[in-house]
């Protein structure tokens, strides 16, 4: 995270436990896409709790390095406790600091092979800035990975009743607070903004069926997303508490239909640094 930025769902446990339930849905897929090589150094920004950095730290190997940056020393002190229970303390190297100021050693710019972002630059006031200091760690030929939301591609069916309002309110509550929920369709053009060459773009699914294992767990994902941002959606006046209430009823009876969907998509987008050429006597 970066200073003067404020993450609307907070770091409470109950928080905490939301990003673990995430990571366990939406890990593989995100590392797939990645093509992590055995060797390479990567530095992630906004590491949270550190399941994705951990799972770029096996695929790297012995011979590889992971770097995990996060702001919050609530979120690295719970990443150090899940890492720990799970025994690999060791595999990354967490620090805490702001992500468009991130704390590398002067030897450590422009060293690393991979530059991760995940659902970090919807939060921050300046995401350009972020992707810049991307670019910035990586060696020439380095890959910077953008992976973030475009919040409007979401659809459940049969739409829950008062669901899309909320949605909207909490939409809203991104650009009260000097952020984008819509950043993920930006992302090869920050690409480029920052002096990266955009190679690739692509969706990672996020959705599921009733008659799927992953459902119930992305029904109660949405539905902690949103009371999470209850109370400043409320405040706001963007809504009424009982309208609130209301519809998350509605979405938790309708997360138990059979012909319940969920569809959803993260944007993803990778770029690589421009290789130094040399210069014609």
Not at 66 to 75: D, K, T, Y
Not at 166 to 185: C, E, F, K, Q, S
Not at 221 to 250: K, P, Y
Request: glycine residues 10%.
């Amino acid at each position: 995270m970066a200073r003067n930025t404020r993450y609307v769902h907070g770091t409470a446990p109950r928080e905490q436990r939301r990003l673990t339930l995430l990571n366990q849905i939406m890990n593989e897929p995100c590392l797939r896409e990645m093509h992590l090589q055995r060797g390479d150094h990567v530095v992630d920004f906004g590491a949270g709790l550190g399941q994705l950095s951990r799972g770029m730290a096996r695929l790297v190997g012995r011979r590889g390095r992971v770097v995990g940056i996060e702001f919050s020393a609530e979120q690295i002190a719970e990443a150090r406790r899940q890492a720990a229970e799970a025994g690999e303390s060791k595999l990354v190297d967490l620090r805490e600091g702001d992500v468009g100021d991130p704390p590398l050693g002067s030897g450590e710019w422009g060293q690393f092979d991979v530059a991760h972002a995940r659902f970090i630059l919807e939060h921050v006031a300046d995401p350009l800035r972020v992707v810049k200091q991307m670019l910035r760690a990586v060696k020439p030929g380095g890959r910077i990975l953008l992976a973030d939301d475009d919040h409007d591609v979401l659809r459940l069916w049969p739409e829950p009743r008062g669901i899309s309002e909320v949605w909207r309110a909490y939409m809203r509550t991104y650009d009260r607070l000097g952020n984008d929920p819509y950043i993920g369709r930006r992302l090869v053009q920050m690409l480029h903004q920052a002096g990266a060459i955009p190679v690739r773009n692509t969706w990672i699914f996020f959705g599921a069926c009733s008659g799927q294992p992953a459902f119930p767990a992305l029904v109660e994902n949405l539905a902690r997303v949103l009371e999470g941002a209850c109370d400043t959606i409320v405040d706001a006046g963007m809504t009424e508490r009982e309208s609130f209430d209301d519809a998350m009823r509605e979405l938790r009876a309708w997360g138990k239909r059979p012909d319940a969907a969920i569809w959803f998509s993260i944007c993803w987008a990778e770029g690589v640094k421009a290789k130094a050429t040399r210069r014609r006597s």
